[in-house]
């Protein structure tokens, strides 16, 4: 598509519900990253995905968290057992990934609002 | 890994006066750096970047130049208009990776 899309761009939830948010990337970039963004808050990465490599998880806050990318693609995240501290906004970004004439920057969606009540 | 730190906020100006909005970084390698910006109601967009050291980076008024001696990639712009309005992110990107770690981001209210 033409930009990053995300999928519902709003949320809302009873604690405890699970969730899911979608994440479509730009076609033809194989980097996939999401970023939590808490009310006055900056921007927390969660998860990055390259081509076929291992993702780096290194930023999930628990294990209630986790994400995958089918077919190298779209991505969805999803959390489990929501807690309010969960609210934020889940911003997905995209890019070429390391190499192939990437400059570096990332193309972010509108991002998915979440809030759990 | 990398890492940034941000002056913190809000930043309040009067139309036309003086930016400056320091960034400072920890980084392995040679990375990349990158200020994103979100306006009000808007995504993040990219509003410069610079790929290396003495590189400076330029848009909208706006500069930042790579100092890889003082780890700082401050921005600035000689006068600001109530359309800057905006939250500020700095980032630096891994240069393995490019993987982006962004600072806590300065609000910047510029009244007229």
């Known amino acids: 598509g033409a930009g990053v899309s995300q999928s519902p761009s709003n949320k809302v939830t009873e604690k405890g519900k699970d969730v899911e948010l979608r994440c479509d990337p730009i076609?033809?970039?194989?980097?996939l990253y999401w970023y939590r963004q808490s009310l006055g808050q900056g921007l927390e990465f969660l998860i990055y995905?390259?081509?076929?490599?291992?993702?780096?998880k290194s930023g999930l806050p628990s294990d209630r968290f986790s994400a995958e990318r089918t077919g190298g693609s779209v991505s969805t995240l999803t959390i489990q057992r929501t807690q309010q501290e969960d609210s934020a906004v889940y911003l997905c970004?995209?890019?070429?990934?390391?190499?192939?004439?990437?400059?570096?920057?990332?193309?972010f969606g509108e991002g998915s609002r979440l809030t759990v009540l | 890994g990398n890492s940034v730190t941000q002056m913190e906020g809000p930043v309040t100006l009067s139309e036309e006066a003086f930016l400056t909005i320091n960034c400072t970084y920890t980084?392995?390698?040679?990375?990349?750096l990158f200020w994103y910006v979100q306006y009000p109601g808007e995504g993040l967009q990219l509003l410069l970047k610079a790929t290396k050291a003495d590189d400076k980076g330029s848009n909208k008024g706006f500069e930042a130049t790579y100092r890889k001696e003082t780890t700082s990639f401050h921005l600035e712009k000689g006068s600001v208009q109530v359309s800057d309005s905006a939250v500020y992110f700095c980032a630096p990107g891994s240069s393995n990776t490019g993987k982006l770690i962004f600072g806590q981001g300065t609000t910047l209210q510029v009244k007229p």
């Open positions: 076609s033809g970039h194989t980097a």
């Open positions: 980084a392995t390698g040679y990375p990349s």
């Open positions: 995905f390259q081509g076929n490599s291992a993702p780096d």
């Open positions: 970004a995209s890019n070429l990934g390391p190499g192939q004439g990437n400059t570096g920057e990332l193309f």
